[in-house]
Every structure is written in structure tokens, then in C-alpha cells.
């Protein structure tokens, strides 16, 4: 598959990483070739210095042969625009980043359609989305439904005091039929694991379950559930407005924000919300605004360490669940050790969605969620594919792929050795990544 990217700035940079380990096609556009030339030297890609928005620049990448055309540049105009120059000069698909909600209603899906843009990318709802579901499954690390919640897999740091530390998978099978184990996130390795693997103490579990034995492995975990009603958000910015504007009915949110001007924006954008003029990295401002008493604290500003700092701060003064915006993929390994709860990233929310149009053309049935170093999918089985010849345990599928559920007439179950796949089954596939379209040939 041919694959343009116009940008090269965080998200274009991260995409063309990811897909240049899939054996794709790629040709990034910029007009900062410092910015290609990193790329050029340390990934499978070729480059084209110029602007996304000029129609030679787009000839020149070969815009004309390509199968999906992304732009993902800092500037929402640029993206349309280039969108609607690839899609005249014969790209099949194309994807805008854009900053603009408005642009995603779907009152508005015919006019971009009309102008050759097939598919919109909002990364502030996105995250804003993800933090909503975190708040209300406060107990997990990670929370992906498939198929109306059918199927879920569930991230859940195992503290000492669990009862499964110390025991091998095979050993909790005998006893636990309602799950499976899919991986297991230990420092900054992501394990696929096999029957002899041990859980150890402050492993990320993800388990694959189905919707009737999620308090199961709540249990399981020795995990609390609670109910968040009181939330403290630090950092006034774009994803703090979507996740006012959609969730203030649900939770009573304060937001403590330190530029005045962006304050005195905030309360027209989020009227249902309490705006305070603050420094939030100072402890007195925190007590004073009720830090003791807030049920959830939610750091958004632009300097993933502060976020993660002030995620550790709220824990030490008894916050439940913490939730950080951390940009840099780098520090997503540090932060996944420390106790700040749920971690916000942009650029992989982003590839999410960018994924989930290149697995299936109909981005509504199919899902995909992409780790700082896995990926999960959910990948239709079809007529006459290579998975529907034998039980699963004759595939002899690789030890970085696992199979963690299915769901078939529009029920969950899970998979054992002897599941035999059937044409309109979904399947919930978890492997490392640059492996995905490698396991989505034997669905196809």
C-alpha cells in the first residue's frame, strides 16, 4: 500500500515510524527538510521536501498512485486543503487532522466528502474521549471495548498484595475460565505471554474478558471501585474544553490554569465549569482548591514532566485516580512505573484512528488501539482466509501475536486451542508492534 503523509512534525513522524515497520509504501512531505532528514536516515521511507499544499509538491511524492493520503501538519487549513488537491490528483482515500469540532458533526461529513477529505481526525476529542472512559472505570489503566463492549480488554497494574503475583498463567487458568491473559507491559517491555510466564509485582495485566466477568477481574486485582463526582483538571487547553463540554453534566470540574488571558476565555468556553487563575505546580494552590477532597486530577498542560510531577503530587494527597498527558513517548516508559494511574497520549490516539482506516475501509466496524510498543485490533474473519482452516491450536502463529477473543452473532466468548474461526467473526488480536498487517493477511 502506498501511503502519503503531508507533515512531519510529531504525529507525521510518529505515523511514518509505525507504518514504515508495517512494509508499507511511505512518502513523507514537509517543507523543513531538517525534519525528513531524520526521518530519511533511520527509517523505510522516502521523503519529499516541499509544501503539502503546493500541487507540484504532490505530483512530485507520487500523490497520484497513492492508496491513502494523511495530513497531519500543525495547521487545520493545510490539511483540507491538501487533502482536496491529493484527492483531485487521484488519491484514493485521504485524512485531515483538524482542530475544529464543528468540522467533525455529521451534518458536516457531505461538504468534506465534496471536497475529497473522506475521513477527519480530531487528537483533542480523541483524548478527551479517553479520559472520560477513564474516569468512570477508575480502577483500570486501560479500558478497549469491541463490538458494544461484547469483548474487553482491560490494563490493570497488579500491586504486590494481588493474589495473582507470583503464579503462572497456566496455574490461574485451572482455577479462572473467564479471562485471558493477553499481555503483560514489565518495565519497558511488552510481553505476549505463554503458560510458564509469572505476574510480578507492578506488571500492567491486560486482560481479554467479556462484559458479564468484568468485576471478575476487578476482584481479581484487588481493585476498589468508587465513584468519581469531584474533578480537578490542571491545564486549560484544548482537551480540557472537549472533556468539559462533554462530560461537565457527569462530574463537577474546577480548572486551574496559569495565563490570565486563557482564563478569561475558559468561562465562556466551559460555563459549567469553576475556572481558577493559578499556578498549579504550587502545593498551597492545591489545598486551597480542595485537592483533599477531589476524586480525580486530570494534568493537561504542555510539559509532559509537569504533568506527570503533579500527577504524583495528587496521589500523595489521597486523589483516587490520576490521569497525565504525556507527549513524549519516551517518558511513557518512566511514567508507567510510577503510580500516576492513566497516561494521555496524543500522537498514539491519533495512529489509533489512522490504523483503524487502514485496516477497514468502514473505520465503524473495525477498532484499533495502538500501545506505546503493542497494538490491538479487532479484525473481521473472511470467506475462505487461511484462519478459518484450523483450530487455533494448528495455526502456529507467531510467539508476538495472541489471539484474546471473539465475537460472533453478536456475542463475546473467548478463544481457547480448539476455537475454529467462522467468515463474520470479529477477533480481538494483541501483538508487538509493526506485526498487525502481517497477522490481518490471514483474516483476508
Known amino acids: 500500500m502506498r ?35 531524520m526521518l530519511d536516515a533511520n527509517y523505510n521511507l522516502m521523503t519529499c521536501v516541499g509544501s503539502p499544499v503546493s500541487f507540484r509538491t504532490l505530483r512530485d511524492a507520487g500523490v497520484h498512485e497513492a492508496d491513502l493520503f494523511i495530513a497531519v501538519t500543525p495547521f487545520e487549513d493545510r490539511n483540507v486543503t491538501s487533502c482536496s488537491i491529493a484527492n483531485f490528483l487521484g488519491a484514493r482515500r485521504s485524512v485531515a487532522r483538524i482542530d475544529n469540532y464543528e468540522f467533525m458533526k455529521s451534518e458536516n461529513k457531505s461538504f468534506f466528502t465534496g471536497i475529497g477529505v473522506n475521513d477527519v481526525i480530531y487528537p483533542e476529542y480523541l483524548a478527551a474521549q479517553e479520559i472520560r472512559t477513564a474516569l468512570k472505570r477508575g480502577w483500570a489503566r486501560n479500558w478497549f471495548e469491541l463490538n458494544n463492549g461484547e469483548i474487553i480488554l482491560i490494563g490493570v497494574k497488579v500491586r504486590e498484595n494481588t493474589g495473582i503475583v507470583g503464579h503462572q498463567l497456566r496455574e490461574l487458568t485451572m482455577s479462572h475460565h473467564n479471562f485471558h491473559v493477553s499481555a503483560i507491559k514489565r518495565r519497558r517491555d511488552t510481553i505476549i505471554p505463554r503458560g510458564d510466564d509469572v505476574i510480578m509485582a507492578n506488571d500492567i495485566v491486560y486482560f481479554t474478558t467479556t462484559s458479564q466477568h468484568v468485576e471478575d477481574i476487578r476482584k481479581l486485582c484487588n481493585k476498589v471501585s468508587y465513584k468519581v463526582r469531584r474533578v480537578m483538571i ?13 462530560a461537565s453534566d457527569d462530574w463537577s470540574i474546577k480548572i486551574i490554569e496559569s495565563n490570565p488571558e486563557r482564563c478569561r476565555r475558559l468561562p465562556e468556553l466551559c ?60 517518558l511513557i516508559y518512566q511514567a508507567e512505573g510510577l503510580n500516576i494511574g492513566t497516561i494521555i497520549n496524543k500522537k498514539l490516539l491519533a495512529s489509533s484512528k489512522i490504523f483503524q482506516v487502514l485496516l477497514d475501509s468502514d473505520t465503524g466496524s473495525s477498532k484499533f488501539l495502538s500501545l506505546a510498543d503493542a497494538e490491538v485490533a479487532e479484525l473481521e474473519v473472511r470467506e475462505g482466509s487461511r484462519i478459518t482452516r484450523h483450530p487455533v491450536k494448528d495455526l502456529d502463529l507467531s510467539r508476538d501475536v495472541t489471539l484474546g477473543g471473539l465475537v460472533r452473532n453478536g456475542r463475546g466468548m473467548l478463544i481457547t486451542g480448539n476455537t475454529v474461526f467462522e467468515p463474520g467473526d470479529k477477533v480481538v488480536v494483541f501483538c508487538l508492534s509493526g506485526l498487525i498487517h502481517k497477522v490481518e493477511k490471514l483474516f483476508n
Open 3 to 37: 501511503i502519503v503523509i503531508a507533515g512531519a512534525g510529531e504525529v507525521g513522524s510518529h505515523l511514518a515510524k509505525l507504518l514504515s515497520r508495517e512494509e508499507q509504501d511511505i512518502v513523507v512531505v514537509d517543507d523543513d527538510a531538517r525534519k525528513l532528514a
Open 271 to 330: 460555563p459549567d465549569c469553576e475556572v481558577i487563575n493559578a499556578d498549579g505546580r504550587d502545593t498551597d494552590v492545591l489545598i486551597d482548591e480542595g485537592i483533599t477532597e477531589t476524586d480525580a486530577f486530570i494534568a493537561l498542560t504542555d510539559s509532559s514532566e509537569t504533568n506527570i510531577l503533579a500527577c504524583l503530587t495528587a496521589k500523595e494527597y489521597g486523589v483516587s485516580k490520576t490521569i497525565a498527558e504525556v507527549e513524549n513517548i519516551q
Open 234 to 246: 490542571m491545564g486549560g487547553s484544548r482537551i480540557a474544553v472537549r472533556l468539559a463540554s462533554m
